[in-house]
């Protein structure tokens, strides 16, 4: 079974501050992929960033980068130079290959941190 | 504009009256799923397709049936809806079931069961 872990809750950070946003993950299939949503108060969730199991690099999208380090099973969402506008909850999913037996083939959340941009 | 819709956004409605929750994705998606958002649970998938004709459980498919009998359509059906599916319900489409494959959610419904 997929497992992901957000340690926290949620954060306050100063705005222009970078923030780092933990998640941690469990799994068993020997290919993955690892996703950061973002969910404003609106409610939609918007996709953000992906990182491939085998990526070599680091994936990276305008101010959003993920430092994956697959011996921790770790895959933490970096936000450079935070705005007003990023204070929303943010979740990190993973979906498997479908090896591990699971069968939904679907992504298993976290259950996500609260980031909130103080001005 | 490639999106995934949901019709309606807000609903309330009465224990055991049979409702449907619209989902179409306009990317020629094969793959599609709905989700439940819960506070303190997070998101949970409820049923998923994989393609035409194809779909099948998630984890928490009780109280609930979908189909798919257009690629582009996947409705959330609820028999008898209860108080205990008052939740944000998420339609979501990618191009397969590969794990590369990014998961393009809709803006998600309301559901309030009285």
């Known amino acids: 079974a997929q497992k992901i872990t957000q340690t926290q809750p949620g954060m306050f950070v100063q705005e222009k501050e970078a923030v780092t946003l933990d998640c941690t993950y469990d799994t068993s299939d020997p290919s993955y992929g690892l996703f950061w949503y973002k969910q404003p108060s609106s409610g939609e969730m918007i996709f953000l960033i992906y990182?491939?199991?085998?990526?070599?690099q680091n994936a990276t999208e305008g101010r959003y980068s993920l430092n994956f380090q697959k011996a921790r099973k770790s895959a933490n969402l970096v936000i450079s130079a935070s705005q007003l506008g990023d204070s929303a909850m943010y979740f990190c999913?993973?979906?498997?290959?479908?090896?591990?037996?699971?069968?939904?083939?679907?992504?298993?959340f976290g259950k996500g941190t609260h980031l909130i941009i103080q001005p | 504009e490639a999106q995934v819709t949901q019709n309606p956004r807000y609903l309330i409605t009465v224990t055991g009256k049979k409702l449907t929750v619209t989902c179409s994705q306009n990317m020629n998606h094969e793959y599609m799923s709905w989700y439940r958002q819960d506070p303190g649970l997070g998101l949970r998938q409820i049923y998923y397709?994989?393609?035409?004709?194809?779909?099948d459980k998630g984890d928490v498919p009780e109280g609930y049936k979908v189909s798919r009998k257009e690629k582009r359509n996947f409705p959330l059906i609820l028999e008898s809806p209860s108080p205990n599916q008052t939740s944000l319900y998420f339609c979501a489409s990618s191009l397969s079931v590969l794990a590369k494959n990014i998961q393009y959610f809709g803006a998600g419904t309301r559901l309030s069961v009285l």
């Open positions: 999913a993973m979906r498997g290959s479908g090896d591990s037996g699971g069968g939904a083939d679907g992504l298993t």
């Open positions: 397709s994989m393609n035409v004709e194809v779909t």
């Open positions: 990182q491939g199991s085998y990526d070599q």
